[in-house]
């Protein structure tokens, strides 16, 4: 079964740090770039970060450079975000999307990180 | 970046068309045939509907359809059925300066 399965979602203070983990099955994982989406409760859809199939490619949205790390094991068909230095506007559901090219064909179901005090 | 501009609703009786436009700019819609949309219903993740514009993946009905002319992009859902209710969102490549992804403000298709 194709999928994308999302963990490590949490409540956290500003300030503090999360690490997502995203793990995928039924497909080649190395075969695709991956990004990480994020959803803030009732709103629209933000690209967060990018890393190509092998891994030596990143990108980051402004809003999170320098704060987020996006990194991945294709040997354990695994995606990862380490979020520090996290702020209430962080607050979001954030999935994980496998592409083949420009679009983002599969996605997780998502894990919800809330930032608050 | 801003976000891409979709109408907030629309709505129409089942087997009628409707259609979501999307509007950026030259730096994104206008720049790149790289814009997709995605069918989200209450809860549930995203999915791919229609990507580099006009394709359509494996598995999704011939009832949904993309097209661009300039800076708009557009989704047109013909024969609307009660499942097609939920909201939808465009999404272009917009790498001009840097690598970036802007989506639309999405769009909650109603049926009548």
């Known amino acids: 079964q194709v999928q994308l399965v999302e963990s490590g979602g949490g409540l956290v203070k500003p300030g503090g740090s999360l690490r997502l983990s995203c793990a995928a099955s039924g497909f080649t994982f190395s075969d695709y770039y991956m990004s990480w989406i994020r959803q803030a409760p009732g709103k629209g859809l933000e690209w967060v970060s990018y890393?190509?199939?092998?891994?030596?490619?990143?990108y980051y949205a402004d809003s999170v450079k320098g704060r987020f790390t996006i990194s991945r094991d294709n040997a354990k068909n695994s995606l990862y975000l380490q979020m520090n230095s996290l702020r209430a506007e962080d607050t979001a559901v954030y999935y994980c999307a496998a592409a083949a090219d420009a679009s983002f064909d599969l996605w997780g179901r998502g894990t919800l990180v809330t930032v608050s005090s | 970046q801003s976000a891409l501009t979709q109408p907030r609703s629309v709505s129409g009786s089942p087997g009628q068309s409707v259609t979501i436009s999307c509007t950026g700019t030259s730096s994104d819609v206008g720049g790149y045939n790289y814009v997709s949309w995605y069918q989200q219903h209450p809860g549930k993740a995203p999915k791919l509907m229609i990507y580099d514009v006009s394709k359509r993946p494996s598995g999704v009905p011939d009832r949904f359809s993309g097209s661009k002319s300039g800076n708009t992009a557009s989704l047109t859902i013909s024969g609307l059925q009660a499942e097609d209710e939920a909201d939808y969102y465009c999404?272009?490549?917009?790498?001009?300066?840097?690598?970036?992804?802007?989506f639309g403000t999405g769009t909650k298709v109603t049926v009548l």
């Open positions: 890393i190509s199939s092998s891994g030596s490619t990143i």
């Open positions: 999404c272009s490549y917009a790498g001009s300066y840097t690598f970036n992804y802007v």
